[in-house]
């Protein structure tokens, strides 16, 4: 498959993820991977959006977002990618990889992982 037939087939596993922040929506989204500020990856039940961020005393990977088909996407997230975007990030000069916005039934397999809970995001419209 070509990567646009590719994002064809994701798109609908990561709209959700996207939009229910009310910060982005897809056009945004399909702007920064074309524009490779943002990185695309499928796989076959599951799709993943990362992104490079550099604070002042890290660079860091961010799985900005995911999804998938329920059953097989988590085991493919966690077992076959996770390691793929470990690697990527430290190859691109990484010291860290996370993912903010998680939703709390994650916690507990990304701690499996090792990662640890280092903030819980709060937001109210105003």
């Known amino acids: 498959m070509t990567p646009a037939e590719e994002w064809v087939?994701?798109?609908?596993?990561?709209?959700?993820?996207?939009?229910?922040?009310g910060f982005y929506d897809m056009a945004y989204i399909e702007g920064e991977i074309t524009a490779g500020r943002m990185h695309f990856w499928p796989c076959a039940n599951s799709a993943a959006i990362t992104e490079f961020l550099t604070f002042p005393?890290?660079?860091?990977?961010?799985?900005?977002?995911?999804?998938?088909?329920?059953?097989?996407?988590?085991?493919?997230?966690?077992?076959?990618?996770?390691?793929?975007?470990?690697?990527?990030?430290?190859?691109?000069?990484?010291?860290?990889?996370?993912?903010?916005?998680?939703?709390?039934?994650?916690?507990?397999v990304c701690e499996g992982m090792n990662y640890s809970h280092l903030w819980t995001v709060m937001v109210k419209d105003i």
């Open 9 to 21: 087939r994701c798109k609908p596993w990561l709209e959700p993820m996207v939009e229910s922040s």
């Open 57 to 108: 005393l890290a660079k860091v990977l961010n799985v900005f977002a995911v999804g998938g088909r329920k059953g097989p996407a988590l085991r493919e997230l966690t077992k076959e990618l996770e390691p793929h975007l470990v690697a990527w990030g430290k190859a691109n000069g990484c010291s860290k990889i996370i993912g903010y916005g998680i939703k709390p039934q994650w916690r507990p």
